[in-house]
């Protein structure tokens, strides 16, 4: 099986503080340990990069690679790592599937199965969600502190 992984972190504390590469031992750990085929030009991995955005270095590499039929399968920690939006999700499993390339991810292993959709239909939501919450805090709390009176 040629197996793929694919890491990704959005800020810069995020990078700094090795959460990618915490991401790239597991996703490692568990290729080896299904005996799979990982070659160090399939590790992709995107640093500081937003999964709002489909626009990515490391995630194109990887469409570009599965599109060549290189690939079987791609490892990701977990959904929101692939893409903060559910729309996003979907359509980069569904382009990987039709290159011949599973994705799979590490912490809810999903199938096909009704009940697992709906999971994933779930937790894209919720990635969704939090990350607008998080742009609305950091929206709202400056225009807060215009709006003391004094300020302006």
Do not use: K
């Amino acid at each position: 099986m040629r197996a793929a992984v694919y890491a990704r972190v959005s800020t810069t504390r995020q990078a700094q503080a090795q959460t990618i590469e915490q991401q790239l031992d597991r996703l490692r750990a568990e290729v080896a340990g299904r005996g799979w085929q990982l070659d160090d030009q399939h590790v992709y991995r995107d640093d500081g990069y937003s999964g709002a955005s489909l626009g990515r270095p490391g995630l194109d590499r990887l469409r570009d690679h599965a599109a060549l039929a290189e690939l079987d399968a791609v490892v990701v920690a977990a959904p929101d790592r692939l893409a903060r939006n559910y729309v996003h999700q979907v359509l980069l499993i569904d382009e990987l599937a039709g290159y011949g390339c599973r994705v799979e991810f590490l912490d809810r292993p999903m199938s096909d199965d009704p009940h697992d959709q709906l999971l994933l239909q779930i937790r894209g939501a919720v990635a969704e969600y939090e990350r607008y919450a998080e742009l609305g805090i950091a929206l709202v709390m400056p225009t807060a502190r215009l709006c003391r009176p004094g300020s302006w």
